[in-house]
């Protein structure tokens, strides 16, 4: 049942994370028309910019300080995945989408020992996706619309996100 749901709803997400983020940014689009074997480092760069898994959650199994917070054994603690994918201090600027970008160490994956069991599959799912979408609809827009995330913190997930495609 894990691998399910963590392997559909993620990938989902990816796909339509990507398409508003190209959406936004005409001149990556542009770029990845052009050149979709972009794809390869771009699907590392979508997953950076815009994290379909926002945020992850821990328990302490001791205390420590960091950064100056005293964290005590049992307290949970709240990793924000995209603010780390957008540090200033890793990333050179960070808000701006770049398909090409190379050195891309984002934390959309995870970290440590369970780090995403299916990150090979979602990476070549992504790559083989926005190769495809380049290619074979070039003229594809996002529609002018409202659009509605799911209420949680947690995962980005857009409710729905329509586009016309020619
Ligand atoms: C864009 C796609 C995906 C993203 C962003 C993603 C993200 C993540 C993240 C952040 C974690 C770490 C959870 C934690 O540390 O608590 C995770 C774990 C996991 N993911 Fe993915 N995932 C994706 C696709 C997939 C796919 C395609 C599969 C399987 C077919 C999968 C299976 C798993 C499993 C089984 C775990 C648990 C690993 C463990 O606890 O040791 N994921 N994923």
């Known amino acids: 049942m894990s691998l399910v749901v963590a392997g559909h709803e993620t990938t989902s997400n990816l796909i339509l994370n990507g398409v508003l983020a190209l959406s936004r940014n005409p ?3 542009e770029r990845l028309k052009a050149d979709p074997s972009l794809a390869k480092t771009g699907v590392e760069e979508i997953l950076r910019y815009d994290a379909m898994a926002q945020a992850l959650a821990r328990l302490a199994t001791e205390d420590f300080v960091y950064n100056g917070h005293q964290i005590r054994a049992g307290e949970k603690v709240t990793l924000i995945l995209a603010a780390g994918n957008h540090d200033p201090s890793v990333f050179e600027q960070p808000e701006q989408l770049n398909l090409a970008r190379e050195n891309n160490p984002h934390l959309s994956f995870g970290h440590g020992i369970h780090y995403c069991a299916g990150s090979a599959l979602a990476r070549m799912e992504g790559r083989i ?20 995330y799911n209420p949680t913190m947690v995962v980005r997930e857009l ?7 020619q």
């Open 129 to 148: 996706i926005f190769e495809t979408i380049a290619r074979r609809l070039p003229n594809m827009q996002v529609i002018e619309q409202e659009l509605t």
């Open 27 to 29: 001149d990556q689009w």
């Open 159 to 165: 409710k729905q996100l329509m586009v016309r495609v």
